[in-house]
């Protein structure tokens, strides 16, 4: 693992406010945050309170300012604010700048905010920590090349794969932000979809939205190693379309994104509160609530 985060500034956040966080997001009914973040407060025994707020788009800054007026301690932001959350910052971590986008707001002590991305670093503590997985040294794959994969691509990197290829539908869409990591000591591939034929691959994720429409992007065949892991940045009460191609396929390890939500969020609460919670049980209690 490398550091577990780059958000330290020698502006320290505000931690001894009034406790209220909120996910700010369109459309947010769905969210599990609350409750994730009601279970990290209750192993420590503390009274927040934390909300799911749908804003909308034309809104967004307006009453993320206002939240903070009013002593907000922190912030959470999803789909689809968080490439104007990191823009709207006084101050961003390396990697919400890598990632052109922010899921976490912090006030600083000396007025307004601090931007930062847990969202890559809540994937990496997922796959080494929880499940056992080694990414350093392996030939990494990842599909897709929107938000949610610009979120992901620096703290990946410094894991030290092998090699990292980024495929796409829409191959400039990877090519560009190959070109971002142009400077990584690790170098960054990138094409179609179809470009990848003939390689094999000892970790493969998949960062594309099409799972939502339960489709799979159309890959070559032959791109798994022997102990190749699969894991899928989304999840979903069912296995998704990718986690069964990969089984069809007898990938050694297939997950979901279950665990790296309740990670990221474990980040922002470390950043926030300075106290890191305890994710195992948590992630257990959401695996439990979507099965039922
Ligand atoms: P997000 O913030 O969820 O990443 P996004 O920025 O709209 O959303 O990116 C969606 C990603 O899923 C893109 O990489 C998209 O490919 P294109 O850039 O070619 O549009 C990919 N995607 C969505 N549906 C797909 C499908 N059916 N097959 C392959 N890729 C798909």
């Known amino acids: 693992m490398t550091a577990a985060s780059d958000a330290v500034t020698n502006q320290s956040p505000v931690v001894d406010g009034p406790a209220a966080y909120a996910v700010f997001g369109n459309p947010i009914k769905h969210s599990k945050s609350p409750a994730i973040h009601g279970a990290f407060a209750a192993q420590f ?25 009013r002593g907000g301690s922190g912030l ?10 990191w823009a709207m910052a006084d101050s961003v971590s390396e990697r919400a700048r ?10 600083l002590k000396g007025g307004g905010l601090h931007a930062d991305n847990t969202d ?19 030939r990494t794959l990842v599909i897709g090349a929107g938000g949610a994969v610009r979120g992901i691509v620096q703290p990946l990197l410094a894991e030290r794969p092998a090699s990292l290829t980024v495929v796409n539908r829409t191959p400039e869409r990877a090519q560009q932000l190959a070109m971002e990591f142009a ?38 065949e032959g791109l798994l190693s022997e102990r190749c892991c699969c894991y899928d940045l989304v999840y979903q009460g069912e296995p998704t379309a990718f986690m069964r191609w990969a089984a069809a396929r007898a990938a050694w390890a ?22 890191r919670p305890s994710t195992g049980p948590v992630i257990q209690q959401m695996r439990e609530l979507m099965t039922q």
């Open 254 to 275: 297939v997950t979901d994104g279950l665990g790296m939500l309740v990670e990221q969020a474990a980040e922002s609460f470390f950043l926030w509160r300075q106290k």
């Open 45 to 69: 025994g503390a009274d927040i309170s934390y909300r799911a707020v749908a804003v909308a788009t034309e809104e967004f800054e307006e009453k993320v300012t206002a939240f903070f007026q």
């Open 98 to 107: 890598k990632a052109r986008a922010a899921n976490c707001l912090i006030p």
């Open 76 to 85: 959470n932001v999803t789909v689809p604010f968080k490439e104007r959350a």
């Open 120 to 138: 890559g670093l809540g994937m990496v503590r997922d796959m080494v920590i929880n499940h056992g997985w080694q990414l350093a040294g392996r």
């Open 183 to 220: 400077d990584s000591p690790v170098t960054v591939h990138s094409g179609g979809l179809d470009s990848v034929a003939g390689y094999e691959f000892d970790l493969i994720i998949n960062g594309t939205s099409a799972g939502l429409a339960d489709e799979m992007p159309d890959l070559p």
